[in-house]
């Protein structure tokens, strides 16, 4: 069974730049999309970007692209989120999960890491 942990969070100004990371254990992390999805205080979970098995097809939420990157480094089993010009309202726990395919429904995916608080300071 994959385990991920999320990583690299932490409270930042806006326009600065994080980079999350969601690394896996166990099991065959190379045969699964993943994707990174967010929740603010009383809000409902979102998608905010997904990578495809390979890393070669990825998918963005409209308002994070051009800002944020998801790559995927297999030797290290590990997915990243390269997050630039971050805004207060990017300001969330992230959750990384796995799926077949690199799908937008939050519902469709399984193996959630218990997530990664980012705070955007105005």
């Known amino acids: 069974q994959v385990q991920l942990v999320e990583s690299g969070g932490g409270l930042v100004q806006a326009g600065d730049s994080l980079r999350l990371s969601c690394t896996a254990s166990g099991g065959a992390f190379r045969s699964y999309a993943v994707g990174w999805f967010r929740q603010a205080p009383g809000k409902e979970r979102e998608f905010v970007a997904a990578?495809?098995?390979?890393?070669?097809?990825?998918v963005y939420a409209d308002s994070e692209k051009g800002r944020f990157t998801i790559s995927r480094d297999h030797a290290k089993k590990t997915v990243y989120l390269q997050m630039n010009n971050l805004k207060p309202e990017d300001t969330a726990i992230y959750y990384c999960?796995?799926?077949?395919?690199?799908?937008?429904?939050?519902?469709?995916?399984?193996?959630w890491g218990q997530g990664t608080q980012v705070t955007v300071s105005s």
């Open positions: 990578t495809d098995r390979s890393g070669g097809v990825t």
């Open positions: 999960a796995l799926h077949r395919d690199p799908s937008t429904s939050v519902y469709q995916y399984a193996h």
